[in-house]
């Protein structure tokens, strides 16, 4: 088992060229399966779609699985919001004939590890000189990009009255963009108070994404680079001194474009 384990770490923990194609590989996995999560989510969950939902479940679930394994503090592991993510996910794939697809939406809570993954951004950020350069944006989209298609989800199995209109998921979707843009077109809209405050909320957290992403498209670019004196990570790309504390840096750049 010992082996087994020290295998298993590996894959998830070292720098080997295997190791970092697998984890890759989790990355294509977790993405292909939040483009089935969104595309089924409002379709009827006949006995093919059950299969797959619950072989998608079992996949994630022995990658949890294996995670906590090797996992050094195993019960700050399960508290993380990640984990907690991927545990609903499991559940409402594995339960799906159960839900009938009416808790559809929250399986997109996977693509909070998608985004948040340490390996994810380690492996991304020594290998792509893009991401590296736009990294504050990129993740700032993809926040923004799951916000947008979760909401639009609960909006679609708690408001949406798909009896009433011809495209109930189209529907969903511009009503999320319309209030998280503050837009207002008006032409639909939530009338009882639950609604109301949905829509609410809708508008306070989309606006401080929108303006999150922003600020990461717009401001002057970051590096990462680790103070040896106070720890501080972010800085200029043309600091000589740290900010903080005032300790002379050596960043390596590639020179004046």
Known sequence: MQNLKKRINTLYEGASPGAVRFRYGIIIFDGLSILFFIATAHVDHGPMLIAISQLLGVIIGLDLAARLWIARNRKAFLWQIYTLADVTVIVTLLL???????????????????IHS??????????????????DALLAGINLFVFIFATAMAVLIFFIDETQTQSPYVDALYFTVATLTTTGFGDITM?????KMFSVFVMVVGVALFVRLAQAIFQPQKV??????????????????????????????????
Do not use: M, W
């Not at 390996?119 to 020594?126: I, N, W």
């Open 224 to 257: 990462r680079y680790t103070c040896p004196t106070c720890g501080l990570t972010r800085h200029d790309i043309d600091a000589v001194h740290c900010k903080h504390c005032g300790e002379q840096l050596k960043i390596l750049t590639t020179g004046v474009e």
């Open 96 to 114: 799906d004939p159960l839900f009938s697809g009416s808790l559809a939406f929250l399986r997109i809570l996977r693509a909070l590890r998608l």
């Open 118 to 135: 340490y390996h994810l951004l380690r492996d991304l950020r020594r290998d792509s000189e893009f991401f590296r350069r736009n990294e």
């Open 191 to 195: 009338a009882s108070p639950a609604g």
